[in-house]
């Protein structure tokens, strides 16, 4: 069964500094990857996703991530965090469609960023 | 506006009382799906739908029902809730084809006394 683990609950960091959330998967074959964030009182917004190809990632509102086989990560990244940026992370797997038709994401437990002025 | 529309945004309601939470997207996506998100668990799918008539069970289905009569509208149905359906839901809807982002509605915090 394909999993997503988050370890950090929290993550703080100053503005202006770099700001790196941590992602590990588990999954047989190639992952589909994504990350979400997830603003007080609203649903889950797309940030960017890995399928194939290059392994940094531009998405969203100045973030990137990198795909990494080999250690099994996907971590979302950006140069220079923003007070706007706190808010809930998510990281998600999704089921390859040719193994079952669901195409249900299966989410981490989510990273909070707070950005500290 | 692109848009999935939840409602209610929230409902406080008793054990037994059935309720349904509509979902509505203006996008044309033929998949739709249900979470559940529960603190330190992440979002849980519940069910799912691949296209109109077309649904089927997600990870945690257990007191729940869904129907795809049109395209745009996907209900979630909670015949007799319980306390432990307390939780924040969220509709969310995509393309066909795995690697479509899905878009998801405001969600719906729903608590059952």
């Known amino acids: 069964a394909q999993s997503v683990a988050q370890p950090e609950d929290q993550v703080n960091v100053a503005e202006g500094n770099p700001l790196t959330v941590k992602c590990t998967y588990s999954v047989s074959g190639n992952p589909y990857l994504f990350w979400y964030v997830q603003y007080p009182n609203r649903g889950l917004q797309f940030l960017l996703k890995?399928?194939?190809?290059?392994?940094l990632v531009k998405g969203s509102y100045g973030f990137e991530a990198e795909f990494n086989k080999s250690q099994t990560s996907f971590h979302l990244k950006k140069p220079s965090a923003l007070v706007s940026d706190s808010a809930l992370y998510f990281c998600?797997?999704?089921?390859?469609?040719?193994?079952?038709?669901?195409?249900?994401?299966?989410f981490g437990s989510g990273t909070r960023l707070q950005v500290q002025p | 506006e692109a848009q999935v529309t939840q409602n209610p945004r929230y409902l406080i309601t008793v054990t037994g009382k059935k309720l349904t939470v509509t979902c509505s997207q203006n996008m044309n996506h033929e998949y739709m799906s249900w979470y559940r998100q529960d603190p330190g668990l992440g979002l849980r799918q519940i069910y799912y739908?691949?296209?109109?008539?077309?649904?089927d069970k997600g990870d945690v289905p257990e007191g729940y029902k869904v129907s795809r009569k049109e395209k745009r509208n996907f209900p979630l149905i909670l015949e007799s809730p319980s306390p432990n359906q307390t939780s924040l839901y969220f509709c969310?809807?995509?393309?066909?084809?795995?690697?479509?982002?899905?878009?998801f509605g405001d969600g719906t915090r729903l608590s059952i006394l």
């Open positions: 969310a809807s995509s393309l066909e084809g795995g690697n479509q982002p899905q878009h």
């Open positions: 998600a797997v999704r089921d390859p469609p040719w193994r079952t038709g669901r195409r249900a994401l299966t």
């Open positions: 890995y399928i194939t190809g290059d392994n």
């Open positions: 739908s691949m296209n109109v008539e077309v649904t």
